[in-house]
C-alpha cells in the first residue's frame, strides 16, 4: 500500500487547490465575463476577373458583362403591413410525407411518396391517382419539367435520374451533374457538371433526357457562386455572384446569358441573393440579408426588361426568402413569412425551416401587403405552388411532409 508522508499530503492538497481555483476563475471568466467574439462579414471570391468564361461547343470568347448604367434611386419602403383578419381556410389534403410538391399545366398537384416510392398526382377534383407504378426508392431530390409529366430524379448517391411518366422513359444522367432546371418549353435542362478537376466544371444546358450536352460557361471552382435559373423567355439561363466587389455589403450579380448576351449586371443591396422571376420574366423577385435589417431575410423587386434591368428597385419590408413565394400575376404575389426570425437568420433558410409561416398577399401595383391567415392556421410552409384558376395555395409543411391547401377569399 502507498505511504504518504504528511508533508507529502500538504503538497498534494496545495496543487489540488490551485489546480481548481484555477480551474473555477477561468470557467467564470469565460462564461460571465469574456469579450463575444466579433462576426466577421466573409466576402464573396470575384473569381478570375469577375467574369464567367465561355467553353464546350461554342467558339466565340467570353464576354465580361458591362456594369449598369443610370441610377437605382433610394431604397423605397414598399407599403405597410397590416393584418386583415381571416381570409383564407387551411384544408389537410393528403395526411402522409410527401416531397417534391409541383403543378402540371392541367392543374394536377404532382408529388412523391417516400413511404412507398411512387410518384401520385391530385387532380383538381381532389381525386389521387399515381403517375406511374414504377417506384423509385429513397429519392432525395426532384427536379420537375413546367410544361411536360417528366422529372429529373437526385438519390443520395449522386445518381441521376431522367424519366418521362408518359411514356416511361428512364436514362441514366452523369453522376457528376447536379443543380437541375428545365427550360421554360421544358425541353431541354440545365446543370451544373462538376468534375473533380476544376479546369472541368462548367454550366451545360442538354436535351431533357441529357443528350447532346452544351457546355456553355465554364466555372472553374465558383461552382457554388452559381445560381441556374432559367428565364420565362429562355434568353437568361442563370446568375453568379462573381462580379466585382461593391461597397456597403451590397453585390454585383452577372446574368448569364444563354448565347453569352451581354446583358446589365444587377447591383443588390445585400449578400445571400435568392432570386424568383414573374410570369412574363418582366420582373425579379428577390431575397438578400444585410446589417440594415439584422441580417434577416428581406425581400426585393425590381425592372428586368431589356433596357430596365435593375431600375424601379423596391424594398417590400417583408422579412422571408423568394423562395417562400409564388407569383399570381405580375403585380400579385402571396409569400409565406416566418412568424419570427432572430437576427441572422438570413444566413441559414434551412436552420428556420420549423417556423410557422404566416400567408401574406402582396399587392405590387399599391404597394399594400396584408396578412391573410390566423395564428391557428400557420405552418412552416415548403413548395408553395398556386392552382391554375389561382384560388387556392397549395404547400408541403416542412417540418411533418404533410400536403395542404389554402382556399383563398381574396
Known amino acids: 500500500m502507498l505511504?504518504?508522508?504528511?508533508?507529502?499530503?500538504?503538497?498534494?492538497?496545495?496543487?489540488?487547490f490551485v489546480v481548481f481555483t484555477t480551474g473555477a476563475g477561468y470557467g467564470l471568466y469565460y462564461f460571465f465575463f469574456k469579450p463575444k467574439a466579433e462576426q466577421i462579414a466573409v466576402e464573396t471570391p470575384t473569381g478570375a476577373g469577375g467574369a464567367l468564361q465561355g467553353a464546350g461547343q461554342r467558339t466565340e470568347e467570353p464576354q465580361t458583362l458591362p456594369a449598369g448604367?443610370?441610377?437605382?434611386?433610394?431604397?423605397?419602403?414598399?407599403?405597410?403591413?397590416?393584418?386583415?383578419?381571416?381570409?383564407?381556410?387551411?384544408?389537410?389534403?393528403?395526411?402522409?410525407?410527401?416531397?417534391?410538391?409541383?403543378l402540371n399545366n392541367s392543374g394536377a398537384s404532382r408529388f412523391y411518396s417516400p413511404d412507398d416510392g411512387i410518384f401520385y398526382k391530385m387532380n383538381p377534383d381532389g381525386t389521387v391517382t399515381t403517375l406511374s407504378d414504377k417506384q423509385f426508392f429513397n429519392v432525395q431530390n426532384v427536379d420537375w419539367s413546367k410544361t411536360n409529366n417528366e422529372a429529373i430524379?437526385?438519390?443520395?448517391?449522386?445518381?441521376?435520374?431522367?424519366?418521362?411518366?408518359?411514356?416511361?422513359?428512364?436514362?441514366?444522367?452523369?453522376?457528376?451533374?447536379?443543380?437541375?432546371?428545365?427550360?421554360?418549353?421544358?425541353?431541354?435542362?440545365?446543370?451544373?457538371?462538376?468534375?473533380?478537376?476544376?479546369?472541368?466544371?462548367?454550366?451545360?444546358?442538354?436535351?431533357?433526357?441529357?443528350?447532346?450536352?452544351?457546355a456553355i460557361y465554364h466555372l472553374g471552382n465558383n461552382g457554388n457562386l452559381v445560381i441556374p435559373s432559367w428565364s420565362p423567355?429562355?434568353?437568361?439561363?442563370?446568375?453568379?455572384?462573381?462580379?466585382?466587389?461593391?461597397?456597403?455589403?451590397?453585390?454585383?450579380?452577372i446574368l448569364l446569358g444563354k448565347n453569352h448576351e451581354n446583358f446589365t449586371n444587377l447591383n443588390v443591396p445585400g449578400r445571400g441573393f435568392m432570386p424568383s422571376w414573374s410570369p412574363t420574366g418582366k420582373q425579379l423577385l428577390y431575397s438578400v440579408y444585410h446589417e440594415r435589417d439584422q441580417l434577416k431575410p428581406m425581400l426585393w423587386v425590381t425592372d428586368m426588361s431589356a433596357n430596365e434591368i435593375g431600375q424601379s428597385r423596391r424594398k417590400l419590408n417583408i422579412n422571408t426568402w423568394a423562395d417562400k413565394c409564388v407569383w399570381a400575376s405580375e403585380q400579385k404575389l402571396y409569400c409565406a413569412v416566418?412568424?419570427?426570425?432572430?437576427?441572422?437568420?438570413?444566413?441559414?433558410?434551412?436552420?428556420f425551416s420549423s417556423v410557422p409561416d404566416d400567408i401574406f398577399l402582396v399587392d405590387l401595383s399599391?404597394?399594400?401587403?396584408?396578412?391573410?391567415?390566423?395564428?391557428?392556421?400557420?405552418?412552416?410552409?415548403?413548395?408553395?405552388?398556386?392552382?391554375?384558376?389561382?384560388?387556392?395555395?397549395?404547400f408541403t409543411d416542412s417540418e411533418t411532409g404533410r400536403f395542404y391547401s389554402y382556399k383563398l377569399k381574396e
Open 3 to 16: 505511504h504518504i508522508s504528511e508533508r507529502g499530503k500538504k503538497i498534494l492538497f496545495i496543487a489540488f
Open 69 to 102: 448604367e443610370g441610377s437605382l434611386g433610394e431604397n423605397v419602403a414598399y407599403g405597410e403591413t397590416g393584418a386583415a383578419g381571416a381570409q383564407a381556410d387551411v384544408t389537410l389534403l393528403k395526411d402522409a410525407v410527401t416531397q417534391g410538391l409541383s
Open 153 to 214: 430524379l437526385e438519390f443520395p448517391d449522386g445518381s441521376n435520374i431522367y424519366y418521362n411518366f408518359d411514356d416511361k422513359r428512364q436514362t441514366t444522367l452523369p453522376q457528376h451533374w447536379q443543380d437541375f432546371e428545365f427550360s421554360p418549353q421544358g425541353s431541354q435542362i440545365e446543370a451544373k457538371s462538376m468534375g473533380m478537376d476544376e479546369n472541368n466544371r462548367f454550366l451545360v444546358t442538354a436535351n431533357a433526357d441529357g443528350n447532346e450536352a452544351t
Open 233 to 253: 423567355s429562355g434568353q437568361i439561363v442563370g446568375f453568379s455572384k462573381t462580379g466585382s466587389p461593391q461597397p456597403e455589403g451590397a453585390e454585383e450579380i
Open 338 to 351: 416566418p412568424v419570427a426570425l432572430p437576427p441572422g437568420a438570413g444566413y441559414s433558410e434551412k436552420d
Open 366 to 394: 399599391t404597394g399594400i401587403s396584408k396578412k391573410i391567415s390566423t395564428p391557428d392556421q400557420n405552418h412552416p410552409v415548403a413548395s408553395p405552388q398556386l392552382s391554375t384558376d389561382k384560388k387556392t395555395l397549395l
